[in-house]
Every structure is written in C-alpha cells, then in structure tokens.
C-alpha cells in the first residue's frame, strides 16, 4: 500500500447511501473510485459528478452511475486530489489539468475532501508549478504578461510534444514561482488577468484533508 491508496480507501467511509459525490481527478481519486466501485457492485446508491474526462471513462469501467454537473441540483460531497496543501488548507491543483472542472464541481458542493499522501503537504505553497489554464487565442501575450511579472509561465507539452490541451479546449501555462507570499492576492490578480480561464489556487476551498501513509495509517486536517 502506498499513501495515496490509504487516502483514497480511508475517503470512501465518508461517503453515505443515496449520496451525491463529486468525483476528483488523479492517482489519489483513482483509489477512492476504486473503493466506491466495490460499494457501488455491492447495492450502495449514488450519484458520481466527474471533473474530468479521464474520471468518466473510470467510472464507466467501473459501473458508478453518473451524471453531469448540469443535471444535479447540488453535490452533497467532493473527494478530490492536490498538488500542495498548506496547514490553513489552502492548496494548489491542476497537476492533472482537471482544475477548471475541479473548480467548478467544488463549487457546487456542500463538502469538500481532498485525499493527498504526505509529500503534498507544506509550509508555503508555490514549489509545485502553478497552473493556470488559458484560452488559446492570443496565449503568447498572457505568457508575455505573466513573464514580465516574474511568475515564469511555461506552456504545458503533451506526450506527444504538441500543447495540453484541456477537456474545456484550453491551454495551461505552469508558473514557476518556488514560493507564493500572498496567495490571495496572487489568486485575484489572475482572476482578473484577460485570457486567464482558471487558476490553480484553491483557497479556503475544502473542508477536511485526509493524508495517507505507505503503513496504511491516515492523519486528518
Ligand atoms: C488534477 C488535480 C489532482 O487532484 C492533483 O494533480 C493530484 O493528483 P495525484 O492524486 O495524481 O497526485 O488537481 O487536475
């Protein structure tokens, strides 16, 4: 067992019957759906809400009934990744590029659980690159901007060396900052930056942290 296993196991006793879940997305979900698959072939009822293509095909292998965000009134609770978690649980994500659909499953939730291991756990955030998703149209000027402030942007590659492209059509530039002082105004100042989808920055955005460890044992935030 590894930490990420433990968290995504210990989330899934959180979860009640008739639930409306809001499904994250990464390794660490992965063994939360997992564990939900086995409820689920078992009689448990609930509702999946995905944050991300990767996460739908999944939860179709596995046979955890869905539906899109549009179609549910609320998400009772979100179990999903991170990147970095302060001890104010204020976090970075979009490692895996699911932050816009992150975001906006988060949103609509009355809970959020994020499930890490505990090398994502910090002091400061900022040492993870953080992601900022773009619309492609005249994405050089906002990497321009972005440069010119210090933040040292770079364009995300693919696999097969053309630019990642997100399940919303857009690009991500990854900021290299090692060290965020003030995340907040950090996160404003992106939230009004023109051809800036979304931000990585997800602050007072989840309710409890659970971090697993490779011995099985799991420590609550
Ligand atoms: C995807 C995310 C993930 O939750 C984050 O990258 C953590 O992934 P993993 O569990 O694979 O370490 O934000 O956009």
Same mark, same amino acid.
């Given at each position: 067992?590894?930490?990420?296993?433990?968290?995504?196991?210990?989330?899934?006793?959180?979860?009640?019957?008739?639930?409306? %879940?809001?499904? !994250?997305? =990464?390794?660490?979900? /992965?063994?939360? +759906?997992? &564990?939900? $698959?086995?409820?689920?072939?078992?009689?448990?009822?609930?509702?999946?809400?995905?944050?991300?293509?990767?996460?739908?095909?999944?939860?179709?292998?596995?046979?955890?009934?869905?539906?899109?965000?549009?179609?549910?009134?609320?998400?009772?609770?979100?179990?999903?990744?991170?990147?970095?978690?302060?001890?104010?649980?204020?976090? %970075?994500?979009? !490692?895996? =590029?699911?932050?816009? /659909?992150?975001? +906006?499953? &988060?949103? $609509?939730?009355?809970?959020?659980?994020?499930?890490?291991?505990?090398?994502?756990?910090?002091?400061?955030?900022?040492?993870?690159?953080?992601?900022?998703?773009?619309?492609?149209?005249?994405?050089?000027?906002?990497?321009?901007?972005?440069?010119?402030?210090?933040?040292?942007?770079?364009?995300?590659?693919?696999?097969?060396?053309?630019?990642?492209?997100?399940?919303?059509?857009?690009?991500?530039?990854? +900021?290299?900052?090692?060290?965020?002082?003030?995340?907040?105004?950090?996160?404003?100042?992106?939230?009004?930056?023109?051809?800036?989808?979304?931000?990585?920055?997800?602050?007072?955005?989840?309710?409890?942290?659970?971090?697993?460890?490779?011995?099985?044992?799991?420590?609550?935030?």
């Amino acid at each position: 067992m590894d930490g990420k296993q433990a968290a995504g196991r210990r989330a899934a006793d959180e979860i009640k019957d008739g639930m409306t %879940i809001g499904l !994250g997305t =990464g390794s660490t979900v /992965y063994y939360f +759906l997992e &564990a939900l $698959a086995k409820k689920v072939a078992n009689g448990f009822k609930m509702t999946g809400v995905a944050t991300s293509q990767k996460t739908i095909d999944l939860a179709n292998e596995w046979k955890i009934p869905m539906h899109a965000l549009n179609d549910v009134a609320k998400i009772d609770v979100t179990v999903d990744g991170a990147d970095e978690v302060d001890s104010k649980l204020n976090g %970075i994500k979009g !490692g895996g =590029g699911a932050l816009l /659909y992150e975001k +906006l499953v &988060a949103k $609509a939730s009355a809970r959020r659980i994020w499930i890490v291991d505990a090398s994502k756990k910090v002091e400061q955030l900022g040492a993870f690159p953080l992601p900022v998703e773009v619309v492609p149209f005249g994405w050089k000027h906002v990497h321009a901007y972005l440069s010119e402030k210090g933040y040292r942007p770079e364009l995300r590659y693919a696999a097969d060396g053309q630019p990642y492209v997100t399940d919303a059509h857009h690009y991500i530039l990854d +900021l290299h900052l090692q060290s965020i002082a003030n995340a907040e105004s950090l996160a404003n100042e992106l939230d009004h930056l023109t051809g800036v989808v979304e931000h990585g920055l997800f602050l007072g955005m989840t309710e409890k942290v659970i971090i697993g460890y490779p011995d099985g044992h799991t420590e609550t935030l």
